[in-house]
Each structure stands twice: as C-alpha cells, then as structure tokens.
C-alpha cells in the first residue's frame, strides 16, 4: 500500500558490500571519504540518512532510511533501519556530500487469507532449508514474526541469496510480491540442498556398502576355509573349461594361464590381465557350429528372393553347397576337407548389391552372418589383435567376429577390401593373407590370444569396387567374381520388387494407396538415373514416395482413392529429367570428336574424346589429367595417322600443325590403354573432315602397326554404352569370347562388330566422304 508524502532529502550513504533492511541494526566500518562526508552531513539531517545498494556502478530505485545510533572515531558506525524509501534526483551539498529527495513507504501491517496462505508455505520451506543447515532449532524463534513484511525482510540474512538478489527485494513493495519472489528463490535453495544430500548419501552408502562386502567376502573365504569348501576364481575357470569344446593344445594353453593365475596375488596388475585373457578365450565358440542348409533349391529360392540378376554369384554359393552336402553324404573327414574353405571377391562398381549379397548369403546356408568393415583401416592389429604387454590390448577383428558371431562356421563378410591403407604401423593387407589362404587358415594366430584358430569352416566373402589397388598375393587367394551392373529391364524388375516396396513402407505408406506402373518405372531408369547400381534409383523412388505421402496426408479423410502413378506423370512428381540420351549425337556432330567407353570405380561410363589442329609449331598438347599409358595412346595415334597419311588421303601440310587432344571431365583422373582407337578415331576424323558416327562406341589398344589388342570389362563398357543411348560397339575381335557375359537382352538391341585392325575400325566408324 503506497502513501504519498511530501519529498524529503536525506544525505546518501553508498552500499557497496550489502543491503541494510528497515528493522535491521548493523553496523558499519565506514573508510571511504564518501562514506564520513555522508557520515558528516547526516548530523545537519537530525543523525539520518538514507542507505542505498550500489551494485555494478549502479544505484537501487529504493533505499533503507537509517538512524546512526552510535559511533567512535574509528569510523564504527551503529545504525538502525527505519523504512524503506524511493530514491528521487539529487545534488551535492559544498561538503561534497549526495543529497537526494526521497518518498518514504510506510510498512502497513495487512492480513488477508492469501497472503497468511503464502507465509505459512514461506515459513516451511525455510524451516526445511534451516533443517537442512542444521540449525532447525532457532527456525521458530527467527520466523514467529507476525509481520509479513518484516518476516520477508528476513532473507536478508540468507546465504543463499545473491546480493542482486537481496537487492531485488529491497526493491520490491509489496509484500506479495515480495514472499512470492523469496518462496520461488528458496525452493530452488531447498531443492539444491536435497540433491547435495542425496548424493552424499548415497556416496557414503557406497563406501558403506563395499567396506561390509569386502568384510563379509573376507569372513566368507575364512569359513570356506575351515570347512575345506573353498573354490576360487581358478576353480571356477576349470569347471567351465571342463564344459567347453577346445582343441586339445588351447586346453593346454588354459590350464597354464589358470595355474599362473593360482600362483599370483590379486593385487598384481597381471591378476586381472590373465582374467581378462581367460574371459576372452571363453567367450569364443569353440566346437559350436551352425548347421548348414543343404536344400539346394530352397537356397536358391532364397538367394533370388534376396536379389535380381547376379546369376553367377548364386551359381557359385549353390556349388559350395553342393561340394559340403556331398562331402557330408560320403564321409570325408575334415583333414581331408582342409584346403576347401571358399573365398569370393565380389568386384563391381557401387550400388549393385555386394554387400547384401553376404547377408542373403548367410541366410539360404543357414548360418550367422558377419560383417567387418575394412575401409580405412591402417592398423595391422585390427586384424590380428594386440599382444597382451599392451595396456588395454585386445583381439583383432577376426575374433572378435567370432564371438559375436556365437559359432566357428560364419559367413565373414570382409566390405571394402580395396580401400584398406597401410603406413607406419602396419600393412593390414599382409595380415589379410593368413586369414584368406584356405591351406593356412585352419591354424589363424591372433596376437592377444596366441592360441590357433580354426577358421577353414568360415565362408569368407570380400568385396571391392576394383582390384588393381588390391595386393597381388592377397587377389591370388581369393576367387574374383565380377558384378557388371544391371541392365534396365534388370533395374525395373529391382525396383519394382525390392526397391519400391522397402520406400512405401519407409515412407509410411500402404501398397494398396499407390499403384506405380512399370512404364513410370522404365522412365525413372531411362530419364532419371545413369549407374551401373541401383543406389541413385532407390533414392528417386524414395522423393516420388515422399511425394504421394505428402499427397495422401493432404487429403481428407473419406478420400481413398489409389494414387497411379503412369509415365507420363513421373515428370510432376521427380521434376525435369537428370538424363540425355542425345549427348553423343551432340558431341560428335563436328569432325575431330569420337565416343570411347572406358570402366571406373564406380563402373562403366562414355568417354568423349576431342581433337583439333592449330597452326604453329608442330607437336602434340595433351590435356584432360590423362595417366602415362593414355598419353602414350595418343602418341600412338598421332603416330599412325602420320605414317598411314597416304592411305587416310590426309594433306602432307596438315601434318605440320600442332595437334591438341583433350578429354573431357578434365577434373577426373584417367589412365589405361583402351582408349587407343578411339583417339585415332579422333584424329582420323578430324584430319580427313569426315564426321564421326554418333550411335558408335568404341574400345580397344591399338599398335603402331595399326592392330587392334584385346581389353578388359567389355560387359561394363556395353552397358554403358547401352545406358548412354548408344547402337552400335566396336570391341577386338580377341574379346569376341566375352559376348557371352553381355546380357541376352542388350546384345538383341545393339550391334557388335569385332575388329582386328584400325582401318576396319575407321571404315565402320567414320561417316561417308
């Protein structure tokens, strides 16, 4: 309640270090000559002036009236507070002391249902903040004020309060106010002071906790004793190596470390090493093994459920069934088995499924299935595990495998084997050779655990993206099984099996809301993707999903209409198309320019290769980051061109020119010979001013002599050629027996002609004069 009265001026005493409440009797060491001017200009004021909280060079908008009740000369100074009061402007007297106009804020004893409401909750939450201090027994002689207004002032006294704080409610009027904001502040209060004594609680419970087990472990061992009971942690371990299946030499190994373990006390180092070392070596399943499936037909079954296409890599996991099954059926023991294990290396560019393969795989035989990554890795021990002088060794990735595998026959996937690095510490590769070597591999020794391991039960299958970055020896011990890529009737038949389902499903539609047609999915294929894999189609089909559930989540409730999807409607939902089948009809629409095909990691692709002539010194440029045997090919070529100038009708002064050859992507990387007759080709074409074909590709290393050798990839490179639009391949006649591996489909709608030499390949080439 706020009562207006004529404005008064009182000298200012600045608080810099604490707030003084009305009803409070302090006192103060006053040092500074700010403090004794004030002091000094309170006598003329009748032994009053006003105090007010000064804090960060700021002062209070209210200030505690005070009466000096005594002081000496030492600057002690006793004052008693009177009310509060709004501080006004204010002005120095010629002593230099601040004088300010003030409105005093008489205290008004007010009682109402509310406010006794919010005292008596203020009391209990200070009684209980004063409990947890431990002086619960002055709480009811310091809070049995009956003025509310002098039971908040209280606070001040509070250690808990910040001086902003104290402050604040200096500041603070009314008295509701006032209580609210302290009960707000002190649950907080009450609320920390819990904590804190929970958690020393429950520490000392802790403390409590061990010393009683450590006693009752001790009285324990004793009693055991005495009663000729006791059985230690060794017992323990030889009872469960009594119940586990190890070879014959590992028991050995065992049972030494369990006797060293006997011998040692536990307060060495190495006590809690060789437990570690035990654990580890029960952890791994020894003489557990899944029981394979021998049903060649369900495997089947089940592999194509899994996957489209990939006819030889089925083949061949139905032929090392068919070698277990009858190997089981007549008998063969396992010595006769060793040298049996299979090792697959799945090559081929990204996305065309070699890493799900190994999961299929692992569920048509019946086994478990493991995956470990090798991209990256450049330790040595990662894969043979560290040897136990090292703190914090552990086994490498082999056996840990294993273990969490819970069985000795798993199917190992090793993802990546290309992009494993070496350096300083190691070659993981070479540590890859005793695993991947079937006639070594039965006795694997991983480091930490320095026992064999059998692993000729373990189908190991690799996989990479190419082999040239993989070691020679470690590429001899592994069967290479080439993944092409897909043919777009192979990709539809994905999509519309496996791919589109998987994102209706992730894109929490139901089959029956959409009906995608096969046409739209040919015209995703055709328009939208160009890849050997299906990883880009996956995410195409993912956004034309997210479309139609954006669709479906606008509609109204009673609309359950199928949402068809047709060819002509692709474009509304993916936008414009990503693809251009006319791009080589463009390039090599002047003379100079031919199409070559060429293989990546990321499979095969259309080369474009381009040749112009300037007038100046003669001499050959070169540009495109061509690798040394690519640049070698165009020197060849250029080489051919000159000798076979006559036959080619080719002006001797065209010659005499400085010749430029580029490839085009100038910032890939590219290298290898099979780009040796299509850069003839180029500067064939450019020479004689004859155009080349724009539905012709071609591939093959050309000789000085003019013929044409066999290349590598052929089934990429066509299928490339296939997706860019392209009719007509140019291949050597050397790779004639690879036509075979181009699918049956792709060799009906394009033509093959297969050549020896360069001028079969410039008359087939080369348009008419």
């Given at each position: 309640m706020t009562q207006n009265l004529d404005t008064q001026t009182l000298p200012v005493l600045p608080l810099r270090n604490g707030v003084v409440f009305p009803h409070m009797v302090v006192t103060l060491r006053i040092e500074t000559s700010e403090g004794k001017i004030a002091l000094a200009a309170s006598e003329q004021a009748g032994g009053r002036l006003i105090l007010v909280p000064r804090v960060a060079g700021k002062y209070a908008s209210v200030g505690t009236i005070a009466e000096i009740q005594q002081s000496d000369e030492e600057g002690n100074v006793v004052v008693s507070g009177v009310g509060r009061a709004r501080v006004g402007s204010g002005s120095a007297d010629t002593a230099g002391a601040l004088w300010v106009e003030f409105e005093p804020y008489p205290e008004v004893d007010v009682h109402d249902e509310a406010l006794d409401d919010l005292v008596a909750e203020y009391r209990a939450v200070v009684t209980e903040v004063l409990d947890h201090r431990g002086v619960g027994a002055v709480a009811e002689r310091i809070l049995g004020l009956e003025n509310p207004s002098q039971l908040a002032d209280l606070a001040v006294y509070s250690p808990d309060l910040s001086?902003?704080?104290?402050?604040?409610?200096?500041?603070?009027?009314?008295?509701?106010?006032?209580?609210?904001?302290?009960?707000?502040?002190?649950?907080?209060?009450?609320?920390?002071?819990?904590?804190?004594?929970?958690?020393?609680?429950?520490?000392?419970?802790?403390?409590?906790?061990?010393?009683?087990?450590?006693?009752?472990?001790?009285?324990?061992?004793?009693?055991?004793?005495?009663?000729?009971?006791?059985?230690?942690?060794?017992?323990?371990?030889?009872?469960?190596?009594?119940?586990?299946?190890?070879?014959?030499?590992?028991?050995?190994?065992?049972?030494?470390?369990?006797?060293?373990?006997?011998?040692?006390?536990?307060?060495?180092?190495?006590?809690?090493?060789?437990?570690?070392?035990?654990?580890?070596?029960?952890?791994?399943?020894?003489?557990?093994?899944?029981?394979?499936?021998?049903?060649?037909?369900?495997?089947?079954?089940?592999?194509?459920?899994?996957?489209?296409?990939?006819?030889?890599?089925?083949?061949?996991?139905?032929?090392?069934?068919?070698?277990?099954?009858?190997?089981?059926?007549?008998?063969?023991?396992?010595?006769?088995?060793?040298?049996?294990?299979?090792?697959?290396?799945?090559?081929?560019?990204?996305?065309?499924?070699?890493?799900?393969?190994?999961?299929?795989?692992?569920?048509?035989?019946?086994?478990?299935?493991?995956?470990?990554?090798?991209?990256?890795?450049?330790?040595?021990?990662?894969?043979?595990?560290?040897?136990?002088?090292?703190?914090?060794?552990?086994?490498?990735?082999?056996?840990?495998?294993?273990?969490?595998?819970?069985?000795?026959?798993?199917?190992?996937?090793?993802?990546?084997?290309?992009?494993?690095?070496?350096?300083?510490?190691?070659?993981?590769?070479?540590?890859?050779?005793?695993v991947l070597d079937p006639a070594q591999n039965h006795t694997f020794r991983d480091h930490y655990l320095e026992v064999d391991l059998d692993l000729s039960d373990v189908l190991f299958i690799a996989t990479a993206n190419v082999v040239e970055t993989i070691p020679a020896p470690l590429l001899d011990r592994t069967e290479v099984i080439r993944l092409d890529g897909y043919t777009d009737e192979e990709k539809v038949a994905i999509a519309r099996d496996h791919l589109l389902p998987r994102q209706i499903r992730q894109a929490g539609l139901e089959p029956e809301e959409v009906a995608v047609t096969e046409e739209a999915l040919g015209v995703v294929v055709d328009r939208y993707t160009r890849e050997a894999g299906v990883r880009s189609l996956e995410r195409e089909l993912g956004k034309l999903s997210r479309k139609v559930a954006t669709k479906v989540a606008k509609r109204e409730d009673d609309e359950k209409d199928v949402i068809e999807i047709d060819g002509g409607d692709v474009v509304e939902y993916l936008g414009k198309p990503k693809v251009w089948h006319d791009e080589a009809k463009d390039r090599t629409d002047v003379p100079g320019v031919a199409t070559g095909l060429a293989v990546t990691g990321t499979g095969g692709d259309v080369l474009f290769i381009e040749a112009t002539a300037t007038d100046g010194e003669a001499g050959l440029t070169l540009t495109g980051q061509l690798g040394d045997v690519m640049k070698e090919s165009a020197r060849i070529a250029l080489s051919y061109v000159e000798a076979h100038a006559r036959e080619l009708e080719v002006e001797p002064a065209a010659l005499k020119r400085r010749f430029h050859v580029h490839v085009p992507a100038g910032a890939v990387p590219k290298d290898g010979p099979s780009a040796g007759i299509t850069m003839v080709t180029a500067v064939a074409s450019l020479l004689t001013g004859r155009k080349v074909r724009s539905e012709v590709g071609m591939t093959g290393e050309v000789t000085l002599q003019g013929k044409v050798l066999p290349i590598g990839g052929l089934k990429q490179k066509v299928l490339a050629a296939h997706r860019a639009g392209l009719t007509t391949v140019l291949f050597p006649q050397r790779n004639e027996i690879d036509m075979d591996d181009i699918p049956e489909s792709v060799r009906e709608k394009m033509t093959f002609h297969p050549v020896e030499t360069v001028d079969q390949v410039l008359d087939l080439a080369l348009e008419s004069a």
């Open positions: 001086l902003e704080q104290k402050v604040e409610i200096l500041e603070t009027l009314d008295v509701r106010e006032r209580l609210g904001k302290l009960l707000i502040w002190m649950r907080e209060v009450l609320a920390d002071l819990e904590l804190r004594r929970r958690v020393r609680d429950d520490a000392a419970e802790r403390i409590d906790k061990s010393q009683r087990d450590y006693l009752l472990r001790q009285q324990m061992e004793a009693i055991k004793k005495e009663l000729g009971e006791e059985q230690g942690a060794s017992d323990s371990y030889r009872a469960r190596l009594e119940e586990t299946a190890m070879p014959e030499k590992v028991k050995e190994a065992v049972e030494r470390e369990i006797d060293r373990l006997e011998r040692m006390s536990e307060q060495s180092p190495e006590h809690s090493w060789i437990r570690t070392w035990l654990d580890t070596m029960f952890d791994i399943p020894w003489g557990k093994r899944s029981e394979d499936r021998l049903d060649l037909n369900e495997a089947w079954t089940v592999l194509d459920a899994d996957h489209t296409g990939l006819h030889d890599v089925k083949e061949r996991i139905v032929e090392h069934l068919a070698v277990r099954k009858l190997r089981q059926e007549r008998g063969l023991t396992e010595e006769n088995s060793r040298q049996s294990g299979a090792i697959l290396l799945l090559v081929g560019p990204p996305g065309v499924g070699k890493t799900s393969l190994g999961e299929s795989v692992a569920r048509a035989l019946g086994r478990k299935f493991v995956r470990v990554a090798l991209g990256g890795i450049r330790d040595e021990a990662e894969v043979r595990g560290h040897r136990r002088t090292y703190v914090g060794a552990r086994p490498g990735r082999i056996a840990r495998a294993l273990t969490e595998a819970e069985t000795m026959n798993p199917v190992f996937l090793l993802d990546e084997m290309d992009k494993v690095g070496s350096d300083w510490r190691g070659d993981p590769s070479s540590a890859l050779l005793e």
